[in-house]
């Protein structure tokens, strides 16, 4: 594996007025030499000028939050991080290697969770290069490796986990979205690693049941909704039913024997529950006619 090497190259400027007057004290030497004339003088001071030409070209550009990685005859010679003009040997190879924060969202993928039901999912992950040697050298393309990997990840992640929690304390991809994205983002990681990369943040980004399963999914869930409204209800009628009971009691307001405090309770749970208004009947006679 091959480890980033930080070099500290020399300023281009400096070098450029360096250059500049050499070239011009060498093109003054070979002028004087073919009027002399010398010979050899000329062809040294032509020799020269030749050396000095090649030195031109190694003037390289680095932008801020970028790293030019540095070969020499395909070895490895270091990275250079400090931006502005910059000069190393012209014979060097230079590749540019942007560490910006990046991010990407992955195409919507169809996978079947832990339970066996095909859901599509996509995450959007938020990375960079930390390590320029790596993501150059260890793998082919590393905008290409992130994408796929990231996908496998993703895919991994969905195939672990329900789409929904079923039993208590269960993670879900729906109802535990902080926790799952902790997850994927440490599942990515451990991919990119040895690329010489950093995740700085994953995040599921589209989650739904597949299309030939929605409409039953859908069934089932408005099911459980009305089953948990249903039983805040009755918890509530049952309540209020013992409420009044006791108030009843409580202020002796009329004595009610046990089948009366039956029908009393029929009905008070009839209208509360009912999803209709009751259509209240007026009794006329005596509480027992």
């Not at 990685?69 to 060097?92: C, E, T």
């Not at 990515?188 to 597949?210: F, K, P, T, W």
Request: proline content about 3%; glycine content about 6%; overall charge negative.
């Amino acid at each position: 594996m091959i480890t980033e090497l930080r070099r500290t190259v020399m300023s281009g400027y400096s070098m450029l007025l360096i250059l500049f007057v050499l070239q011009g004290a060498l093109i003054f030497g070979f002028v004087q030499a073919v009027i002399a004339p010398s010979p050899l003088g000329a062809i040294l001071a032509g020799v020269a000028n030749l050396v000095v030409l090649v030195l031109w070209f190694g003037f390289f550009m680095v932008h801020p939050n970028e790293a030019k990685v540095l070969q020499l005859f395909g070895k490895y010679a270091g990275s250079a991080y400090d931006s502005g003009l910059r000069w190393a040997n012209p014979f060097y190879a230079k590749m540019a290697v942007s560490v910006r924060v990046r991010n990407f969202e992955s195409s919507v993928l169809k996978v079947n969770d832990s339970s066996g039901n095909p859901i599509e999912i996509a995450a959007v992950v938020v990375w960079r290069v930390i390590d320029s040697a790596e993501a150059v050298f260890e793998v082919d393309d590393y905008n290409s490796f992130v994408h796929i990997q990231s996908e496998a990840a993703l895919r991994n992640l969905t195939s672990s986990h329900p789409y929904e929690a079923h039993n208590d304390g269960e993670v879900a991809l729906r109802s535990d979205p902080a926790v799952i994205a902790e997850r994927l983002k440490g599942e990515v990681q451990a991919r990119l690693d040895q690329a010489g990369m950093e995740v700085i943040e994953a995040r599921i980004s589209h989650l739904a049941y597949a299309q030939e399963i929605a409409s039953a999914m859908l069934k089932r869930q408005q099911a459980q909704a009305i089953v948990a409204a249903r039983r805040t209800i009755v918890d509530g009628a049952v309540g209020m039913v013992q409420m009044a009971l006791e108030e009843i009691d409580k202020h002796n307001i009329v004595e009610l024997d046990e089948e009366r405090k039956a029908a009393m309770v029929s009905n008070l749970l009839v209208v509360l529950c009912g999803e209709e208004n009751a259509q209240p009947v007026l009794n006329t006679g005596t509480l027992y006619s």
